[in-house]
């Protein structure tokens, strides 16, 4: 992966891109993204985070919402818990003894 610093861009914009292959018969797949918020720096972390996990969704055979996942990571998550109970239920996930 590749990480670089664009000093212009200052705080306010992330861009992420992502390459692969192998999705739906060896297409090659592009995503760009771009995020624009004002704490773009930890918006940034956090998004990456809700990708990772939802990659261990796909790998994982899961589909549909991701309410373990998206208590920690979305600012109007489908079920609300708080701070730890969120924390605890992502780490579950990624270990796998959560589906969803």
Same mark, same amino acid.
């Given at each position: 992966m590749k990480k670089d610093y664009v000093s212009w861009l200052k705080d306010k914009i992330c861009y992420i891109r992502i390459e692969g292959t192998q999705f739906g018969g060896g297409v090659k $797949?592009?995503?760009d993204l771009k995020l624009? $918020?004002?704490d773009s720096p930890n918006c940034a972390g $956090?998004? $990456?985070?809700?990708i990772r996990c939802c990659k261990l969704a796909l790998d994982r055979g899961i589909a549909g919402a991701?309410?373990?996942v998206a208590a920690s990571t979305m600012k109007h998550p489908l079920v609300q818990y708080?701070?730890?109970e969120?924390?605890?239920l992502q780490e579950r996930f990624i270990k796998g003894e959560v589906k969803k």
């Open positions: $797949v592009n995503l624009s $918020v004002e $956090v998004a $990456v985070y809700a991701l309410p373990s708080t701070d730890e969120a924390h605890i």
